[in-house]
């Protein structure tokens, strides 16, 4: 005697999910048993009309903000950092990943940049930037954008910045933040439409990120606690 | 404005870079879409989550292990997104209305425009009216056509609790199966 076949092997049956011998003899019983057959047609239609359903919302446009979403939301620094195994840049003697090293710049009064007793210091909106600005913040307001903030080994602040033309990474000293290092955007000369997208960061500001950072990046709430310290 | 001190500095280069993940995820959007307006009974409030699952797979992207299927790990995103959205409504006393169907946009025209709309809000509801347990188990199969393997892998629950799972949820669609 044929044992009855249950709901879930019938419905294992119609996800074509049994045994072959098994598929062939629930097939063969869907003829002799008009009742089965019939659940199991029910069932196969159900199945397709569930799946066809969506069709329409799989062919249509995908909506703006979620595309934007893919292309912008800033990828993690730890993902960024993992992606730095060997540096694919010629750095002499490893001296270019200590803090303290201005890669080119030209200095133009009204700029981000002063030089002070031969330092290079953010001035301007980069300034305000470092101070005031969340990484959360993004692009709102004018200014850089802020990246990762951390503790270097010497105890300072530091800060990763974008702006149009370049990146960079500046420190917080007793007389306001000391640019550490700056990179200029190969595209930047294309004007000041062009952006790097999301966070990709220049493998140099990773580079030097990863020599310095003390312990781990601040978290969103570190981050604000600093800053509402005046970087003290 | 020569390339001031970027002389020496490469651009990262884009194999298998961030740009190929972004891609990879734009291209996942229609997928992404379909699975969460099943599982939230709504094409809008899937979309939101849809939204949040993209801002948070980028914003953790170390957490995926390169090599596996960035597929399955945005989707168990989107599914933890969303558990954890129903827990913090009820927690904070927000009631979320049955069955909460919505007209999708829709490309086309017409009647056909009109039937498809219909006929997507019809299986939303009809969806939401099953237990979660059963609903994703039968989206996977069914929708996303991944064998019961793939699926109880996905779900992290044994194969024959899969089968029984998708057995219960057919028999508590049979009313809307058409007439054979």
């Known amino acids: 005697m044929e044992t009855e076949p249950t709901r879930e092997t019938l419905s294992a049956f119609i996800d074509g999910e049994l045994p072959p011998k098994e598929m062939e003899r629930i097939a063969a019983l869907l003829a002799e048993r008009p009742d089965i057959g019939a659940w199991v047609r029910r069932q196969e239609a159900l199945r ?183 970087w003290k | 404005m020569e390339e001031t001190g970027a002389a020496t500095v490469k651009h990262p280069d884009m194999n298998g870079s961030a740009e190929d993940i972004r891609g990879q995820m734009v291209q996942l959007l229609p997928r992404l879409r379909r699975f969460a307006a099943a599982l939230t009974g709504s094409v809008a409030d899937g979309d939101d989550l849809v939204q949040d699952t993209v801002e948070r797979a980028l914003k953790n992207l170390h957490q995926w292990e390169p090599g596996t299927r960035l597929d399955n790990w945005m989707f168990r995103i989107a599914k933890n997104r969303f558990i954890d959205t129903r827990r913090s409504h009820k927690r904070s006393g927000v009631i979320a209305l049955e069955v909460p169907v919505d007209a999708p946009s829709v490309t086309g025209d017409g009647a056909r425009a009109a039937d498809a709309r219909l006929m997507l809000a019809d299986t939303l509801g009809a969806l939401q009216n099953l237990p979660l347990e059963q609903r994703e188990a039968l989206v996977l199969v069914t929708i996303e056509g991944l064998s019961y393997r793939d699926a109880a892998d996905f779900l992290q629950i044994p194969i024959g609790t899969l089968t029984s799972r998708i057995a219960r949820a057919r028999e508590a669609l049979a009313p809307m199966a058409p007439e054979g």
């Open chain 1, 48 to 230: 397709a009309d569930i799946k066809g359903a969506f069709s329409e919302l799989m062919a249509a446009p995908q909506p703006a903000r979620l595309v934007q979403a893919a292309k912008r939301t800033p990828i993690s620094w730890r993902w960024h950092l993992g992606q730095f195994t060997a540096p694919r840049i010629w750095v002499p003697a490893g001296a270019a990943l200590a803090l303290g090293l201005v890669i080119g710049i030209a200095l133009q009064p009204g700029s981000d940049f002063a030089s002070r007793d031969g330092r290079m210091m953010a001035q301007g909106m980069l300034a305000t930037a470092l101070n005031d600005k969340l990484a959360s913040d993004g692009y709102a307001g004018s200014g850089p954008r802020i990246g990762i903030s951390f503790r270097s080994h010497d105890g300072r602040y530091c800060r990763t910045f974008d702006a149009d033309a370049q990146s960079g990474l500046a420190c917080r000293g007793d007389k306001g933040w000391a640019i550490a290092l700056l990179v200029a955007h190969p595209q930047a000369e294309s004007g000041g439409a062009y952006r790097m997208v999301g966070s990709e960061m220049p493998d140099t500001i990773r580079a030097a990120v990863s020599a310095n950072i003390e312990g781990e990046p601040f978290d969103a709430g570190a981050e604000r606690a600093a800053r509402d310290r005046g």
